[in-house]
């Protein structure tokens, strides 16, 4: 019981920074040339990330895989579908606010047309009926992506313990993605924080068990992790923030 507890910490601890950046379905590992292709020059603190991700490596393998493994072989597919399929529903505003601060008025209106079709005829968002029925695809966007487009550079590149890559700029988009998740869900909860810590907990470790066997693959040969992690997820914030 001691184990599974502290997996769920760190679950939920990874799980309070919504990252929109982690969505599985959006990385693609031919994006990437090589681990050490495009390496950024500037980074400052290389020192502390090598270690932090020598942590975090260690946490992964000994912690959260598997816990995630073992959630997989309770949890049926297709129940992680529609426990993904409701918890992205409810961060509809934050893409919809994100979608209109970049100029992409169409792409909110869709947001705001799939949040209705899903919320009513999908069940409360349990079902993505808006894209599997109707074609109305979800437009991604999050507050590190914004500030992107508005010229914010990225800043340094910072590990964060669990939570993994990130950059100065994208670390102060997630602390207001925090603030509106938790705000969105304390009100779904009606103000309770015991169901609200406990839907993170749940929505992380749902999240991690989709990503945890990616994370393996993709670190199985690495030579050098973090110059492989860092330069995967600059690589493909930049590729978002473009499209």
């Not at 502390?48 to 959630?71: C, E, L, Q, S």
Request: aromatic share 12%; with cysteine; glycine share 6%.
């Amino acid at each position: 019981m001691r184990f599974v507890a502290i997996a769920i910490f760190l679950l939920f601890f990874c799980g309070c920074a919504e990252k929109s950046k982690v969505n599985i379905s959006d990385i693609d590992e031919d994006d990437f040339e090589s681990e050490f292709g495009n390496a950024e020059d500037f980074d400052p603190l290389s020192g502390y990330n090598r270690v932090m991700t020598k942590f975090n490596d260690i946490a992964y393998r000994n912690v959260i895989i598997p816990t995630a493994n073992g959630y997989r072989k309770v949890v049926p597919k297709g129940a992680r579908i529609s426990i993904n399929n409701f918890f992205d529903n409810l961060i509809f505003p934050m893409r919809f606010a994100n979608n209109l601060l970049q100029g992409k008025i169409l792409n909110a209106f869709d947001e705001t047309k799939r949040f209705i079709v899903n919320t009513t005829v999908g069940f409360l968002g349990f079902a993505n009926v808006a894209d599997e029925l109707y074609g109305m695809q979800k437009h991604s966007e999050d507050f590190g992506q914004t500030l992107g487009v508005w010229g914010v550079p990225p800043g340094p590149h910072i590990v964060l313990p669990i939570l993994g890559p990130s950059n100065l700029r994208d670390l102060g988009g997630e602390v207001v993605s925090f603030l509106v998740k938790q705000n969105t869900e304390m009100d779904i909860f009606d103000n309770d924080w015991r169901s609200t810590m406990g839907a993170n907990a749940l929505n992380t470790l749902n999240s991690m068990s989709d990503f945890m066997p990616m994370y393996e693959t993709i670190t199985k040969d690495a030579i050098d992790l973090y110059p492989l992690l860092k330069n995967m997820y600059e690589q493909r914030r930049d590729k978002l923030i473009k499209e």
